[in-house]
C-alpha cells in the first residue's frame, strides 16, 4: 500500500513538473491576447466601414473564403463563403431592400487560444425609413496565414 501511495505521489510529481516545464518553455503561455483582440476588433471596424460604403466584397473579406464556412440565422443554416455573399445580396442588396447603416455595439473577444477566439455582440441597422433592425451575434474566429477570419457566424434578430 505504501509503495502504491509512493508511485502515485511520484507520478503526480512528474505530471505537475511537465506542466510547469510546458509553461516555461511557451507551450501552454497564453498567446498575446491583447494583439489578437485588436486585429479582430481591427477587421470588425473595417466590416462596418465596407457595409457602411454598401461594399459587400469588402465586407466579405472578414470571412474565411471556404466552402466550410458556416453561417446562422434566421433558423437556417448557410454553408460556404458564396452562399453566405448570396444570403447578404438578397436581404440588403436586392430590389426593395437596402443595407442600411451598421453599427456594432457590446464587442466581447473572448481568446480561446492562440489561433481561435469567439466573439460575442450586438448590431444595429438604421434604415433610411427610420426602421432600426438589430439582434446579436457570436462569432468564432480563427487565425490563417492571411489573418484572423471568421469561420462561423450566428446572427439573431430581434423581433420587429
Not at 460604403?53 to 458556416?70: A, C, D, K, V
Not at 430590389?95 to 455595439?105: K, N, Q, S, T, V
Not at 444595429?124 to 425609413?129: A, I
Not at 432600426?132 to 462569432?139: D, N, R, S
Request: charged share 25%; glycine share 6%; net charge negative.
Amino acid at each position: 500500500m505504501q509503495r502504491l501511495l509512493a508511485v502515485m505521489c511520484l507520478l503526480l510529481f512528474l505530471c505537475v513538473e511537465l506542466v510547469f516545464a510546458a509553461q516555461r518553455s511557451g507551450d501552454l503561455a497564453q498567446p498575446n491576447s491583447a494583439d489578437s483582440k485588436s486585429d479582430i476588433e481591427q477587421i470588425l471596424r473595417q466590416q462596418v466601414e465596407a457595409w457602411n460604403r454598401h461594399n459587400l466584397e469588402i465586407f466579405m473579406q472578414g470571412y474565411w473564403h471556404s466552402p466550410q464556412l458556416t453561417f446562422f440565422a434566421g433558423g437556417k443554416v448557410s454553408r460556404g463563403w458564396d452562399a453566405a455573399l448570396e444570403r447578404y445580396r438578397k436581404e440588403y442588396q436586392s430590389e426593395e431592400h437596402e443595407m442600411g447603416r451598421l453599427e456594432f455595439a457590446d464587442l466581447n473577444v473572448e481568446m480561446l487560444g492562440s489561433d481561435v477566439a469567439f466573439v460575442r455582440g450586438a448590431y444595429h441597422l438604421t434604415m433610411s425609413d427610420g426602421k432600426q433592425p438589430h439582434g446579436i451575434f457570436t462569432l468564432v474566429f480563427r487565425k490563417f496565414p492571411e489573418g484572423w477570419r471568421i469561420i462561423h457566424d450566428h446572427t439573431s434578430a430581434a423581433p420587429k
